[in-house]
């Protein structure tokens, strides 16, 4: 603990028991009680290191009525903080602790009123419950009742927290840690007097509350549900049996009163008392009635419920499976059930529920979405095979889309709830996606294709219907890399409407459409006539590649930023192979290029920037040697400069990761054939190349160095930090090097020969003030006394200057620099000293301004 | 007697009589024109292709017709000027008409040949912008007509024993008799100079026993809906309205409550089909093929949607990286058809009006005209032809492909698979329309921008205004043949719509509950024998008797 918090508490424990009123905002308590809470959890004895708490929490409780209510609830807190360890709790014990968590004193005082006197006990009584004393002292002041009571307390805060420590009491009292704290043992609840009778009333409350007796009640009921659903789920044996006991009157009733609102937390309680232990016969039979004999609606999400639970019960995963299907084999009219499905009996009720248009919606999204549970299951607990799913998932798709009638009988009203729904469609196009894995369900590729470029063409989808069409097509091309299947005539189609989709008036359908463009290029593919070229996705669509790029290099006009950026990263994509193939057209190359630099200069958007530099990150990785990608090279110098003086930080980031992967080519360059530099004959090349002084020239003929430099003075943190640590890298590998292989003088030399010019404007200006290259401050102040910048001139540039590299590597302090970036930039700010000052200063201010404003009133009265 | 004659069976171009206190009130007068459909294209510049089409002989030789009909890629076209189909004359008789209520100016095309040839001596009522731009669009039918006039007249396959043995759709048309060439610009003016003005709300007392009220329905340039009240009774005629927020006015729906009855017509012809999607599309298909380096083709009328297309391509335009693109609108009444679209801010919605104020224009295609982005013809003779450069857009009527400027483009362009042709009126099939052209290579998109009422929108309304009675066409009261799954796409009411269809004649069903009298003071006192004590009136067989009250 920092030596001057130890010396600024006591007098911030004296402020905030004097006036806690006068606080810098409303975090600074939390703010405060976090610092403290990570002190002990380090380690720290709270009371040994700042014994002054301890007087605090007296101080306050002792005045009580004029502390601020804010005040007393961190104190509250604060002790159970300090009487979480066993020896932080002896000492209050003897002390203060039966005053402050005396609730009865609070209520007489009339502060128990507010809720956070309320959520203060409350918090400090759960942080306190670590050991066995503090369940003892629970126990003893008989706590259970108030923490009872506050289950339904009016603020949903309180009774969240009262519901959250009591399952932290009941779980403790089943196990404690030791006295020595080293391991737990599970002390039997029944047999233990000194625990039964907090768990008995646990039990009573349970049996009192758990069943509405009106419709008010109902969202009681639902807390307790979700406080025995949690117990459940945590509680050992005797616990969890005498539970169970306790609450299978009650569930059983709620399980059959068919409250709606309670079909979720119920079924989450009955499923934790299933997993846990099998839950005997009982608990089976709620389940069994949970899954079958309530009404449509409730039936869907209890099913789904279930199927999540990923519980390997064969015969309940099958009839959830049957509930969850019932409402897509009605609407499509495909028989997904067989003949005697136990599902089917609510064929009637749930044809009911499907011709309200809110239901219906409804009910097909719950069955859509579980669709992947369901397909999860064996197959031998299936009334249908996955490919029957995904046929029905189609047929509500097409029913979505107007153009097809329902085989069902009765289905003209169902129909028209789910015509143009556009929930519906994107649930069904998560389902068809999730769906992509299945097994045996690459025979309907062709209708899923059909269907999805019917999508895409429609003029009534939804931008994030189409996204989403999108993203489906990928999946499936992914999942079936063989496109074989796929028709000519729909591979024609595809390019087509991604032809117009490019064109559309909407963005965001142009961004998914260029991003789709960049996910076929990723994504391997082939066709079988041509099997033994490894190819992607894009290159089995009619044109291939060059009917894309032209696309994408359009779009990369495109007025909106976000179409910009990705038709970028699209293009990358696109490029990619053609890139490790040194295959791409010199002339699209350039044009490519140059359209990227204009970007990169001009753009407003700070995503294509990033999206460029990112471009010719990729490009540079794929980059085989320099000979194939020369005008790359020739481009370098121009993005690392214009990234570097980018406003925007991540630009900048960016710039610098481009610097990092040449310098790691350069660093190779030393022990392999080729290098960035321009074409020299390889002989040659390893000649050069292997000397380091050559390997730094090449980097600053590059704009490698200077991009360094300038990130390392950049007023953004991260671009300071990741040029501070590169720089580091460079003077650490090439630096020694040199002096290594010669004496120290001809490293000198060495260094003095790879040299870098840094001029005498901008970014450069402050790296020759570190370095102290720069020229003394001339006497610019004229006679009216105002520089240059009052009188609204320029600053003068100076003369470029030349300084080493390993020189300016060794006198930029790196080390210290680096010491202060890797320091998160607010660390001042939010450090705990300065919480305290803070604190102080406030209270400070105000003492000060209240004196005033004494004479101020004195003087007004007279 | 209330009773309504319907004289046209197409629910989006209607012309129903309504006879009601004594009055008789004719409900539009809208042209079905997709007779032309039958005919052959009317070129501008001579055609080669056209004109060495075989003449159509029956297989069996016995009937020949090669001068009358010809064939073009497995159809059949009567070579001749194109006629049109009227509305029904020979249900009553036209002279006894009293007022004829236009609701927008694509409901008022047969005028000339009721004013005209009808003994018509009565008045028509109609909006400003419905009269000036329905002139517009009578003047520019005229001129398509009669700047490529054909000297022939088809005749001898309209003979019922010779049009039952025709093929395809020539077997299948109705009352060939009663199709009429185009009328002449007299007729047209003749027919106009009996339009009387009159605004939104503005109350039209006829014979003191009706009154007639226009109200705003947000379709077109002063379209209207129309109330038609006597003094307990109520009559609604909503026809062509839209409620999506375009350049006109805004329906005016709350004046349509509390009606005894509401006829209700002109409902989107393309339910499916979404106006903001398709314009869209529009967009996306044009930007696709200027890229590719081909033209685009839009055959349209020469106002409504145009505006609108126009003023989503200003928008569209910078977008799409077509700001170098030329904009064509190539039609005799194109200029005017611009500049009234700027002058009548009063018809405009709120947006267009304020800037009214400010002062700018109230579209934006003043500006497109500015900076040459958009340049408009009268035809394609002239400066066009100096100033045309590809790759272009062109807007040019007639929309059924038919004749105008429209079957120029078609020749020239038909034969590249670069070129599109991209069709935004829903008025005609556009695969009929394509029909005299085939095989043709470019491609066609069909993006029919309808911004009338469609069946969800039109339930809403009918919740809200509540009519007692709802008579509508009976193509309303079905789902539309091509998807017969949709229960969606019809009305669905209680109580059911009333429906009509071409030569029906409905009853309306009016619950008479008061009336208004006027006695005379003399009459009153001859009818009662007792002084002070009043007669007592009687009603019997629709008739009122005064009896003695002593």
């Known amino acids: ?862 | 007697m209330k009773l309504t004659y319907c004289l046209s069976g197409h629910p989006t171009l209607p012309c129903n009589v309504l006879k009601f206190k004594s009055t008789t009130i004719m409900l539009d007068c809208g042209l079905d024109t997709t007779s032309v459909l039958n005919f052959l294209p009317l070129p501008l510049v001579h055609s080669p292709r056209l004109s060495k089409l075989p003449g159509w002989v029956s297989k069996d030789g016995t009937i020949n017709l090669e001068k009358e009909l010809k064939e073009c890629a497995g159809r059949v076209f009567v070579d001749s000027q194109p006629e049109f189909c009227l509305p029904e004359v020979e249900l009553l008789d036209l002279s006894t008409i009293d007022v004829i209520l236009i609701s927008n100016y694509h409901c008022m095309m047969a005028l000339p040949y009721i004013t005209e040839h009808t003994g018509f001596t009565g008045t028509v009522y109609a909006t400003e912008p419905t009269l000036q731009i329905g002139r517009l669009l009578m003047e520019e039918l005229v001129n398509f007509m009669e700047r490529v006039p054909k000297a022939q007249s088809a005749t001898c396959w309209k003979n019922k024993e010779i049009q039952r043995l025709l093929p395809g759709s020539l077997k299948d048309a109705v009352d060939v008799w009663t199709w009429k060439r185009c009328y002449s610009l007299q007729e047209v003016n003749s027919a106009l100079s009996k339009v009387q003005l009159v605004g939104y709300s503005q109350k039209v007392e006829l014979f003191g026993a009706v009154q007639v009220s226009p109200l705003s329905s947000g379709y077109s340039l002063g379209s209207s809906n129309w109330i038609i009240q006597s003094h307990h009774e109520k009559v609604s005629y909503v026809s062509g309205s839209s409620l999506l927020t375009t350049h006109p006015q805004p329906m005016d729906q709350s004046s349509l409550k509390n009606s005894d009855v509401l006829i209700l017509t002109g409902l989107t012809q393309i339910p499916t089909a979404n106006p903001d999607g398709m314009l869209g599309e529009f967009c996306s298909n044009l930007a696709m093929t200027i890229r590719a380096g081909g033209n685009v083709l839009v055959p349209c009328y020469s106002s409504g949607v145009i505006y609108d297309l126009l003023e989503c391509l200003y928008q569209f335009i910078e977008s799409a990286n077509l700001g170098t693109t030329p904009f064509y609108f190539i039609s005799p009444v194109a200029n005017s058809s611009l500049e009234f679209s700027q002058i009548f801010a009063e018809w405009l919605c709120h947006n267009k009006q304020t800037k009214v104020y400010l002062p700018e224009p109230p579209f934006p295609h003043a500006e497109l005209i500015q900076t040459n982005k958009l340049k408009h013809y009268p035809s394609i003779h002239g400066d066009f032809s100096s100033e045309f450069r590809q790759p272009c857009v062109v807007f040019t009527g007639h929309p059924s492909l038919r004749f105008g400027d429209v079957v120029h483009f078609m020749e020239l362009w038909g034969k590249s698979s670069l070129n599109t042709i991209i069709f935004t009126e829903p008025d005609f099939s556009y695969l009929d329309a394509l029909a005299p052209y085939q095989p043709l290579s470019m491609k066609c998109v069909y993006c029919p921008i309808d911004t009338r009422l469609n069946f969800h929108q039109v339930s809403k309304l009918l919740k809200e205004v509540q009519p007692l009675h709802v008579v509508c066409p009976e193509q309303y009261t079905q789902p539309p043949v091509s998807q017969s799954h949709r229960s969606d796409l019809m009305l669905e009411l209680q109580p059911p719509p009333m429906p009509y269809r071409r030569c029906s004649v409905l009853n309306l069903p009016f619950r008479r509950r008061y009336e208004r009298v006027y006695i005379l003071p003399e009459v009153l006192l001859s009818s009662c024998g007792c002084p002070g004590r009043l007669p007592v009136l009687s009603y019997k067989q629709s008739q009122y008797f005064f009896g003695d009250g002593c």
């Open chain 1, 1 to 862: 603990m920092d030596r001057e918090c130890v010396s600024a508490l006591p007098r911030v424990c004296e402020v905030l028991a004097a006036s806690g009123g006068s606080l810098p905002d409303d975090t600074s308590l939390e703010k405060l009680l976090d610092w403290f809470t990570e002190l002990s959890e380090a380690g720290v004895s709270l009371l040994e290191a700042c014994p002054c708490l301890l007087g605090f929490v007296s101080a306050v409780v002792s005045n009580d009525a004029a502390s601020e209510p804010s005040v007393l609830s961190f104190t509250l807190k604060l002790t159970g903080l300090l009487a979480a360890s066993e020896d932080g709790f002896k000492v209050l014990q003897d002390s203060v602790l039966d005053r402050v968590f005396d609730f009865r004193h609070w209520q007489a005082a009339g502060l128990w009123e507010d809720p956070c006197i309320r959520i203060g006990w409350i918090q400090g009584l759960r942080t306190m419950l670590q050991h066995s004393q503090a369940l003892d002292f629970f126990v003893q002041a008989d706590f259970t009742e108030p923490l009872l009571q506050l289950q339904t307390d009016t603020s949903l805060f309180v009774a969240s927290a009262a519901s959250q420590t009591l399952a932290h009491v009941l779980l403790l009292c089943q196990s404690v840690p030791s006295p020595e704290g080293r391991h737990r043992e599970t002390i039997p609840v029944e047999t233990d007097g000194k625990y039964s009778a907090v768990v008995a009333g646990f039990c009573d409350y349970l049996k009192k509350s758990l069943v509405p007796k009106e419709a008010s009640q109902l969202h009681g009921s639902q807390q307790v549900l979700k406080l025995l659903a949690k117990l459940l789920t945590r509680a050992g044996p005797p616990l969890r049996d005498r539970l169970l006991l306790t609450v299978s009157d009650p569930l059983e009733e709620l399980v059959t009163t068919n409250y709606s609102q309670l079909t979720l937390p119920l079924m989450d309680v009955i499923l934790a008392a299933h997993s846990s232990c099998g839950g005997g016969e009982r608990v089976a039979r709620l389940l069994s009635v949970m899954l079958s004999a309530r009404n449509p609606a409730d039936l869907v999400h209890a099913a789904a419920a279930f199927l999540r639970s990923s519980h390997p019960d064969p015969d309940n995963r099958a009839r959830s499976a049957g509930v969850l299907l019932l409402p897509l084999d009605v609407i499509t009219g495909l028989a997904l059930l067989g003949a005697d499905s136990s599902a089917d009996q609510h064929r009637s009720s749930v044809m009911e529920q499907l011709r309200r248009k809110t239901s219906c919606v409804s009910m097909i999204c719950i069955s859509l979405t579980n669709v992947p549970q369901v397909t999860s299951t064996a197959p031998d607990c299936l009334p249908c095979s996955p490919a029957e799913i995904v046929s029905a998932v189609l047929s509500v798709l097409r029913l979505c889309s107007g153009d097809s009638p329902s085989s069902s009988p009765g289905c003209a009203e169902v129909l028209r709830n789910v015509t143009g729904s556009g929930r519906v469609q994107k649930c069904a196009l998560d389902a068809l996606s999730a769906l992509s894995s299945s097994s045996g369900v690459k025979v309907l590729l062709v209708e899923v294709f059909t269907l999805l470029i019917q999508y895409l063409n429609s003029p009534a989808s939804d931008p994030s219907v189409i996204q989403k069409s999108y993203q489906v097509l990928v999946k499936w091309v992914d999942v079936c890399a063989d496109l074989s299947d796929v028709t000519e005539q729909l591979r024609e189609d595809l390019v087509q409407v991604v032809r117009k989709r490019v064109c559309d008036v909407r963005w965001e359908v142009r961004d998914s459409t260029v991003e789709f463009l960049g996910h076929l290029a990723a994504a391997p593919a082939s066709l079988a006539s041509d099997k033994e070229k490894a190819r992607n996705a894009l290159e089995c669509l009619p044109g291939g590649r060059c009917a894309t790029v032209p696309l994408l290099q359009e779009a990369l006009q495109d007025p909106e930023g976000y179409v910009r950026a990705s038709s970028v990263s699209a293009l990358a994509l696109t490029l990619a192979p053609s890139w490790q193939q040194g295959a791409a057209p010199p002339q699209q190359e350039a044009e490519i290029v140059t359209r990227l630099l204009e970007i990169l200069s001009q753009d407003t958007q700070g995503f294509s920037r990033r999206a460029v530099i990112r471009f010719f990150v990729a490009w540079i990785s794929s980059c085989s040697s320099p000979s194939s990608c020369s005008l790359l090279t020739q481009s370098i110098p121009s993005i690392l400069s214009r990234g570097s003086a980018d406003l925007d930080w991540e630009v900048k980031v960016h710039t610098l990761e481009l610097a990092e992967l040449l310098l790691d080519r350069a660093s190779e360059s030393r022990r392999h054939p080729y290098a960035v530099t321009p074409d020299r004959t390889s002989t040659h090349a390893r000649a050069v190349e292997s000397d380091p002084v050559s390997m730094l020239n090449s980097l600053v003929d590059q704009g490698v160095f200077s991009a360094l430099l300038s990130g390392l003075v950049d007023c953004d943190r991260p671009v300071g930090l990741k040029a501070c640590q590169l720089l580091i890298r460079l003077r650490d590998t090439v630096c020694p090097l040199l002096l290594g292989d010669q004496d120290v003088s001809d490293a000198l030399v060495s260094g003095s020969r790879a040299s870098c010019e840094l001029p005498g404007c901008g970014w450069a200006r402050e790296v020759r003030r570190i370095l102290g290259t720069a020229t003394a401050p001339r006497n610019v102040h004229g006679a009216d006394g105002l520089g240059p910048e009052d009188r609204g001139e320029e600053e003068e540039e100076e003369p470029a200057v030349r300084v080493g590299v390993c020189d300016a590597l060794r006198r930029l302090r790196l080390d210290e620099r680096l010491a202060v970036l890797a320091q998160s930039s607010d660390h001042v700010h939010n450090s705990p000293l300065s919480l305290l000052q803070d604190i102080l200063t406030v209270s400070r201010t105000k003492t000060h301004l209240d004196s005033q404003l004494g004479q101020e009133v004195i003087v007004d009265c007279y």
